[in-house]
């Protein structure tokens, strides 16, 4: 995992930017990190952005206690990750495993905070492993479904075409990463779900 380590420090100093206590987490990977206008399009929510490029769900495990140290009392956390585990050739199964104790871990340290998981999303140049992308998203949906304070947003049909292949415009050029109007579906989608869980924003108690 030392290869994070210069991200991880990065993110270690998030906090100190920030002119007001976060309410909100958005963790994983660089989904999250290269969201530039994430700060502004989720204010209400005062967030946090703790993604570390190249992150997986098995580094968000490892570095969770060290990079959650500046976090006292969330309300609510958003994760995403679990793209680039499979990119690196882990099974779903293991990607299962790693987001329950990705989730032990939360619970842990903050409680019963309502936690959404974006679901990996479909992109041109993983799609050589969708299959896998499907099983994992199926395995992480059905272990959501047992938890009344986990919820899954599945942000997968929104990001192909009506032929099922990923809407080349959602990407940058590179295929994987996501372009600003990716970035809009997610907003919206990501948004939709906090408000149908969280209408009066309240803190959880």
């Known amino acids: 995992m030392v290869w994070y380590e210069e991200e991880v420090q990065r993110v ?9 206590e976060p309410d909100t987490i958005f963790y994983g990977s660089s989904s999250f990190t290269l969201w530039t206008g994430l700060y502004e399009d989720f204010a209400e929510l005062k967030p946090i952005n703790l993604g570390f490029g190249g992150s997986t769900l098995a580094a968000c495990v490892w570095f969770f206690e060290r990079i959650m140290t500046t976090v006292t009392a969330p309300a609510r956390m958003v994760i995403y990750a679990g793209d680039n585990d499979l990119g690196d050739g882990r099974h779903p199964t ?5 987001y329950r104790q990705l989730i032990a871990l939360v619970r842990a340290r903050f409680g019963d905070i309502p936690c959404f998981f974006v679901s990996i999303k479909p992109s041109l140049q993983r799609w050589d492993i969708i299959a896998s992308i499907r ?9 959501i479904e047992k938890d009344p304070h986990q919820h899954y947003i599945d ?11 990923p809407r080349k415009s959602l990407f940058e050029a590179d295929g994987l990463h996501l372009s600003a109007d990716g970035y809009a579906i997610w907003k919206k989608v990501i948004s939709e779900n906090i408000y149908a869980v969280n209408g009066a924003l309240q803190k959880t108690s």
């Open 12 to 20: 270690e100093k998030e906090r100190s930017t920030l002119n007001y």
């Open 94 to 98: 293991e990607v299962l495993l790693f």
């Open 135 to 143: 099983t994992a998203n199926e395995l992480i949906r059905e272990e």
């Open 155 to 165: 942000i997968f049909p929104l990001m192909v075409n009506y032929q099922g292949y």
